[in-house]
């Protein structure tokens, strides 16, 4: 199992910045990818982000050019830095990681959620 904390969600205003980070812990075989959601009120959850083990990256869109996804494999760690924020991406941001298990099953685990508003 693998249990991710999230932190760093802050209220800033529109063309700030901010830097969340996700930990992930727990017993597993490895963890395959990374990634942020983001969820408004009211819509549904869509992908922000995502890192690979090797690297590889993928974003949404609408934060391409202005976010940053990364990731330290050693500290099963990843990071979201924002910037250029605007109140569109006011969300609740989930970290979500995509491992194996011992047993070398596929599973996924979700973070608790990391409020970000933008806002004047």
């Known amino acids: 199992q693998v249990q991710l904390v999230e932190s760093g969600g802050d209220l800033v205003q529109p063309g700030g910045s901010l830097r969340l980070s996700c930990v992930a812990s727990?017993?597993?075989?490895?963890?395959?990818?990374m990634g942020w959601y983001r969820q408004a009120p009211g819509k549904q959850r869509e992908l922000v982000a995502t890192?690979?083990?090797?690297?590889?990256?993928n974003y949404a869109d609408s934060v391409k050019g202005r976010f940053i996804i990364s990731r330290d494999n050693a500290k099963n760690t990843v990071y979201l830095q924002m910037d250029s924020l605007k109140p569109e991406d006011t969300a609740v941001y989930y970290c979500?990681?995509?491992?194996?298990?011992?047993?070398?099953?596929?599973?996924?685990?979700w973070g608790q959620g990391t409020q970000v508003t933008v806002s004047s």
């Open positions: 979500n990681a995509a491992y194996t298990r011992r047993n070398y099953y596929q599973s996924d685990a």
């Open positions: 890192v690979t083990t090797g690297g590889s990256t």
């Open positions: 727990g017993t597993f075989f490895s963890i395959n990818a």
